[in-house]
């Protein structure tokens, strides 16, 4: 018989490090605490602890470790419970179910993340609800465009086409080149512009106010970065050399895809460059088996 003394945790170790097995004297001790009793089913009885079950269903935490790591098959009596939150209706869908859930959607389509994390995982595809109740959020637009859909979601664009961050970011990672749509919050930001013309590999003209293009020449911070844009691609684009065949990634550094650019022009790039630039130096620098795989440019 336990002592009147054991505590709810005390038995749960003297179940796992001493009996090494069940404790059926102290189970009535364990399952007055949620997470000994969920300990106590995860550790020693390896399934269901039916007894410590009342109080494990009062506390969020115990219950998705419960979910996560005890449950094995559907239980029916916990999914009222269940479905009132959105983590743990993801967990049962994933982990139990695994597959659609309808009862838990409405409580995942309080997350953005887990709404993605369930169309990704769980449907393995669209997931409607969620883009009813996103349909004009930029963040999961952009994000349910690229990770879902794995490609454009135009009934999103309206709200991503709103957002300059995540105007760049679709033009970036889904659109993969210029997205008139988005421009107009795209130019709104220095920064996001200069993002964007690094994409576009041209000059960047506003649709409407001021022109974008004056702007980022005359500002003190990224016009010396936008003129170089411009320089580095204006001589290249001369010379034959496709915009889809290199990638600026900053002022001073070009990555050429080299399968794409004959060896010998490939060779005469950096002349072409330190030239355009009025560099002292501009020299290749050795990539994988020392073979250049981009200019870094140097002054």
Known sequence: MPSTAMTPY????????????PFPDGEAIIATDAFCSYKYAADVLK?????????????????GAYINFVLTAPVPEFEAKISKSAKLSFSYSSKI??????????AICKSIPLSLMY???????????????????????YHYALKVLKGRWIDGEPAIMRSAKYSLHYAQDVI????????????????????????????FHSVIGTDIHQILISDPKFGFRY?????????????????????????????????????ELLAKIPPIIQKALGLKK??????????PDFVKLKW
């Open 282 to 291: 501009c020299n290749y620098e050795p990539g994988k088996d020392d073979e």
């Open 10 to 21: 005390g038995a749960y170790r003297h179940a796992l490090e001493t009996l090494k097995g």
């Open 227 to 263: 003129k170089i844009l411009l320089g580095i691609m204006a001589p290249l684009s001369e010379v034959g050399i496709e915009p889809d065949t290199y990638e600026i990634v900053s002022r001073t550094k070009i990555v050429f895809h080299e399968e794409a650019i004959d060896k």
């Open 97 to 106: 179910i695994n597959g659609r859930w309808a009862l838990g959607e409405s």
């Open 47 to 63: 399934g269901r602890f039916q007894l410590g079950e009342e109080n494990i269903l009062a506390h969020n935490t115990a219950l």
């Open 119 to 141: 169309a990704i995982d769980v449907l393995k595809g669209p997931f409607p609800l969620a883009e009813k109740t996103y349909l004009f959020n930029p963040e999961f637009a």
């Open 176 to 203: 993969k080149g210029k997205w008139e749509p988005g421009e107009v919050a795209i130019s709104f930001f220095a920064e996001t512009a200069i993002e964007y013309v690094k994409l576009i590999k041209s000059e």
